[in-house]
């Protein structure tokens, strides 16, 4: 497939910037940019993007953009991967989609989808690469590689292996409706299953056991009265 390599210097969001790019026609395209100066996690919720990170948005048309969880998944599946090869370090995918270490934020992802004539989703990867410190208010949960690893990791070497692994993912699983694929590579990088959590969803707070994944990439938590599924929260990991 080809995709083409859009780099800025300075962008308020690379997602936004994606979302230019679709209203105009085009896709398969990968939106970088050194800085984000007003980018956003799930929920609107902010998102930090100074220099030294790994900002980039992909943005695809697929077939079936309405199963744009499964390109969650895919992306972190790929972020994990590339991390992992690259920096040599342990990471974990936490449900839905943080890459972290050691309970540490080293990676977010945010999918938008576009329903309607035209129909596409936009896939935002976002990784601490070279940061060496972070603000106050986010210092406690997240992390950057060369925090963990003391030394600078190539960011051009890990976006190109990253968008390597997204595109085999995309291509061979997701656009062939292999999902039963994806969820299983998923789980061997998760490390939520089996864990006891908390779950904050837009309702309520929920304590129990995740005990799985469904078809549909939500999470199954057993708590001490019953099954839930939960298709959209924040989780943390009681180690
Ligand atoms: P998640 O990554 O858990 O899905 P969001 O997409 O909502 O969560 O990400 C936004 C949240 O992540 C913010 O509310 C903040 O707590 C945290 N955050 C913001 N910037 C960073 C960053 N560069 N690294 C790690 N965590 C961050």
Request: proline residues 1%.
């Amino acid at each position: 497939m080809v995709f083409k390599i859009y780099h800025f210097k300075s962008l308020y969001s690379t997602q936004d910037k994606a979302e230019e790019f679709a209203s105009n026609g085009i896709e398969n395209v990968v939106v970088i940019s050194d800085v984000q100066t007003k980018a956003r996690g799930r929920f609107n919720r902010k998102w930090r993007a100074s220099k030294g990170g790994l900002w980039m948005s992909i943005l695809v048309k697929p077939h079936n953009a309405e199963k744009m969880q499964y390109l969650t998944f895919c992306a972190a599946i790929s972020a994990a991967d590339s991390i992992k090869k690259i920096s040599k370090l342990n990471v974990k995918i936490k449900w839905p989609n943080d890459v972290h270490y050691q309970g540490k934020k080293l990676c977010g992802i945010l999918t938008e989808g576009h329903f309607g004539k035209n129909d596409y989703a936009i896939i935002g990867i976002g990784i601490n690469a070279n940061q060496e410190k972070f603000s106050s208010d986010i210092k406690h949960i997240a992390t950057s590689l060369k925090i963990i690893n003391k030394k600078n990791t190539d960011i051009k070497k890990l976006t190109i292996l990253i968008i390597e692994n997204f595109f085999n993912l995309y291509n061979n699983y997701y656009c062939k409706n292999k999902f039963d694929k994806i969820i299983q590579k998923w789980k061997s990088h998760s490390d939520t299953i089996g864990k006891n959590v908390k779950v904050i969803t837009t309702q309520k707070t929920l304590i129990g056991k995740a005990i799985n994944i469904d078809e549909n990439c939500n999470l199954i938590l057993k708590t001490k009265h019953k099954t839930i599924k939960i298709i959209e929260g924040d989780v943390s990991i009681r180690y």
